[in-house]
T-cell receptor
Framework: AAGVIQSPRHLIKEKRETATLKCYPI?????VYWYQQGPGQDPQFLIS???????DKGSIPDRFSAQQFSDYHSELNMSSLELGDSALYFC????????????FGNGTRLTVT | AQTVTQSQPEMSVQEAETVTLSCTYD???????LFWYKQPPSRQMILVIR??????QNATENRFSVNFQKAAKSFSLKISDSQLGDAAMYFC?????????FGKGTKLSVKP
């Protein structure tokens, strides 16, 4: 079965640079979520989209923005990167409704040097 | 606000034995779902099992089962016949609206 695809798998950036993470949800899933997981931490919710509109917002810094496109893929744009942004970034997708579990991609590991 | 608490940062089990991971949550919602996710060293997040709050019957998936006590707001995960491949971080998660809210996780080690 098709899974959530994230690219790239690994990304190394320097401080103050920008980064773009991409997420391709499972076909027919119209809801996308972004999570940030620091070393030894639990995943923290950043932002979600339903039918290309932002549906919920968590602890996403103002330096970050995201959008969902007409083909339902999503991109997380991160600017003015800081050392503390080094983390594993997960994208997850689901059908709408709380009974639909979130299916996670393999994550993008971002390292800021 | 909803919270999820996993009080056991680390647990250890002998291969083939049974282990129970604890999770409690706090919410004023009446309709919600609870999940256990497994995160092995590969860091992939894998859904293990889910429970609907309005269902009395505890969910079961092969060697994994839950003990859901709604009144006590408790949602523990039991792993039977533990295998080496069960070694991972286990996250309990709550969902009443959109996103998942995770606990801090329990790191499970399996001894051969």
């Amino acid at each position: 079965a098709a899974g959530v695809i994230q690219s790239p798998r690994h990304l190394i950036k320097e401080k103050r640079e920008t980064a773009t993470l991409k997420c391709y949800p499972i076909p027919r899933h119209d809801t996308v979520y972004w999570y940030q997981q620091g070393p030894g931490q639990d995943p923290q919710f950043l932002i979600s989209f339903y039918e290309k509109m932002q549906s919920d917002k968590g602890s996403i810094p103002d330096r970050f923005s995201a959008q969902q496109f007409s083909d339902y893929h999503s991109e997380l744009n991160m600017s003015s990167l800081e050392l503390g942004d080094s983390a594993l970034y997960f994208c997850a997708s689901s059908f709408p409704g709380i009974n639909s579990p979130l299916h996670f991609g393999n994550g993008t590991r971002l390292t800021v040097t | 606000a909803q919270t999820v608490t996993q009080s056991q940062p680390e647990m250890s089990v002998q291969e083939a034995e049974t282990v129970t991971l604890s999770c409690t949550y706090d919410t004023s919602e009446s309709d919600y779902y609870l999940f256990w996710y497994k995160q092995p060293p590969s860091r992939q997040m894998i859904l293990v099992i889910r429970q609907e709050a309005y269902k009395q019957q505890n969910a079961t998936e092969n060697r994994f089962s839950v003990n859901f006590q709604k009144a006590a707001k408790s949602f523990s995960l039991k792993i039977s016949d533990s295998q080496l491949g069960d070694a991972a971080m286990y996250f309990c998660a709550f969902r009443s609206q959109g996103n998942l809210i995770f606990g801090k996780g329990t790191k499970l080690s399996v001894k051969p």
